[in-house]
């Protein structure tokens, strides 16, 4: 009677033979436990010895047992990793180093709110400050005031193997020890793991007494890791609440202010029309209800209708579209194919199949283009895929739960973009994180290549790096800005957008960089325009923030207005 819908009964039959077949493949439960147990006796064992050059630990970890006894400890482990100054290093960007391994991790507080608050020393008042400051369930608000929410949790089954178990450790020491101190800023040099070895035949399934072998894992292991190939609606909060939500998703703001001197200027200007391709750089653009006109309107969908990325399909980024708002059309292009149009006009015929599609586990209502185009890029990504729009009495995703946990305003409305109308960096903040990527890369790097990257909307030249961490309003000419919060990054940013191959050091690099968080850049919501003015974004326009303090920065005088003229 508890069901939603008719119980699968076929699954109820298949339950003795999965059981039977399990005990074929392992020799039964007891068997299973033992390996599992092993692995995470082991994993326990070598990530409780892990220390910074200063004896921090690299790790704490949760538990109510010291993994002596498989019959009172699970083959799990709960922990957070720690930086070499003692505090917790965000859930969220431990799962965003693990996913370029190709380790899959859970992170928050796992639907055990009790024991989070037990081993996180949460009081029911931090519980309440919490959600007041706009964490929620399954966000990625992982620090508030610099407390964990919650942890990272990893899990054996029986198929895991003793391989799995180091690749895990291999990924904790790469990410957080390094060979020295000036490879990679804010890191400490690798303390020696010094441990027993396992012999070759070490058993799959073994005897619980046999688990105090340990195997070393060694500098030429390390520094042979393979390289691999993780939503939110966003607002303008209340007066009253914006400065604690600010602090909230800010925890790694730079706290620098603009001093005077040149003027700040827009550089760049990109939209994206399709979700996930290639940028169409422009000069001077018209702004919308959602942002840009016409950015990220459409997405490229699997068979499932699930929205594909270049997590999954780096190709996706030598596709080319381009906006002709003359013809009305946008042109897409692609190498080694026939250029293709689609045009702007919205289908609102009979013929239009809508479809619900997700952005980021958002639902979305959208209508699909037609096979032709559906064809052009099935053949250029080898797999079936279509192309959607997002319908026109769908726009408004402002209701929908964003994983910030923060509020929205009726009155905003996004495209298919994942967190906000738009994304704002800074060519100083660019310039300062590439000295360190070039570093580890022992390589020149063009500081195009890190804007193109980046895929954000509009670039601004500032005098100062990180400043725009401080901003809490902008204005661009007669355009208003809400300063919504960082933008923390993702391995997309580890993906070169003219060739689609992947390099998982420029996320760690921005991991080293800033510290506890990979944030770079910052999310903007438009705000109502009082001017009579065109709404049109245009290359060269000033820039003139207002601080979180609510200080405003002075416009440069009339000797720096010729200067930059």
Not at 10 to 39: P, R, S
Not at 55 to 79: C, E, H, K, L, M
Not at 475 to 487: D, E, K, R, T, W
Request: proline share 4%; with cysteine; charged share 20%.
């Amino acid at each position: 009677r508890f069901e939603d819908g008719t119980v699968s009964f076929l699954d109820i039959i298949a339950l003795k033979h999965g059981f039977d077949v399990l005990e074929k493949l392992t020799g039964g439960m007891e068997k299973i436990k033992q390996h599992t147990f092993a692995l995470a006796h082991y994993t326990y064992t070598v990530l409780s010895a892990l220390k910074y050059a200063n004896g921090a630990p690299v790790v704490r970890i949760y538990s109510d047992t010291d993994f002596s006894n498989p019959d009172v400890q699970g083959p799990i482990i709960n922990f957070n990793v720690l930086d070499d100054n003692g505090e917790v290093i965000g859930f969220s960007q431990v799962d965003k180093m693990a996913s370029l391994y190709n380790i899959h991790v859970r992170t928050g507080c796992f639907c055990n709110t009790g024991a989070c608050q037990m081993h996180l020393n949460i009081s029911n008042g931090d519980i309440q400050r919490n959600l007041q400051a706009g964490h929620v369930c399954g966000d990625d608000i992982d620090l508030v005031d610099g407390r964990p929410t919650g942890s990272v949790r990893i899990s054996f089954g029986y198929m895991s193997s003793f391989e799995d178990a180091q690749t895990f450790l291999k990924f904790i020491i790469a990410t957080r020890l390094s060979e020295s101190d000036t490879e990679i800023p804010f890191q400490s040099s690798v303390t020696k793991l010094m441990t027993e070895s396992v012999p070759d035949d070490h058993p799959s399934f073994n005897n619980a007494d046999k688990l105090s072998l340990i195997p070393c894992i060694s500098d030429r292991e390390l520094g042979n890791n393979s390289s691999a190939t993780k939503t939110t609606v966003s607002w303008q909060p209340p007066e009253a609440e914006a400065e604690s939500i600010r602090a909230a998703v800010s925890e790694t703001a730079v706290p620098t202010c603009r001093r005077g001197g040149k003027p700040i200027t827009v550089t760049n200007i990109y939209l994206y029309p399709i979700k996930s391709c290639s940028a169409f750089e422009v000069t001077e653009w018209p702004v919308g209800i959602q942002g840009l006109l016409y950015d990220r309107n459409w997405m490229v969908v699997n068979q499932n209708g699930v929205c594909m990325t270049q997590k999954q399909e780096p190709r996706l980024c030598l596709v080319n579209p381009s906006i002709d708002l003359k013809k009305k059309v946008m042109v897409i292009q692609a190498e080694g194919m026939d250029p293709i149009s689609v045009s702007l006009e919205e289908n609102t015929g009979k013929e239009a199949v809508i479809c619900e599609s997700k952005v980021c586990s958002h639902r979305v209502k959208t209508y699909d283009c037609g096979e032709r185009i559906a064809d052009w890029f099935s053949l250029f990504l080898g797999r079936p895929c279509r192309l959607i729009r997002q319908s026109s009495d769908m726009k408004n995703r402002s209701n929908q739960k964003n994983t910030k946990g923060l509020a929205s305003a009726t009155n905003i409305s996004l495209s298919l973009v994942n967190e906000a109308q738009y994304l704002l960096i800074n060519v100083a903040s660019i310039l300062q994180l590439k000295e360190y990527i070039s570093a580890r890369l022992e390589e020149p790097l063009e500081i195009e290549e890190l804007i193109r990257r980046f895929r954000a909307n509009i670039v601004i030249s500032a005098p100062e790096s990180f400043e725009e961490e401080e901003w809490a309003e902008i204005s661009i000419g007669a355009l208003q800005f809400q300063v919504v919060g960082p933008c923390s990054r993702c391995q997309i940013i580890c993906i070169d957008q003219q060739s689609g191959e992947r390099n998982k050091e420029f996320l760690q690099s921005l991991s080293a960089a800033r510290g506890r968080k990979t944030n770079f850049g910052i999310y903007l919501m438009n705000q109502t325009s009082r001017s009579s003015f065109p709404d049109i974004l245009s290359v060269g326009s000033q820039v003139l923030p207002v601080l979180k303090e609510n200080t405003e920065i002075q416009p440069p005088t009339s000797s720096e207005e010729k200067y930059s003229g």
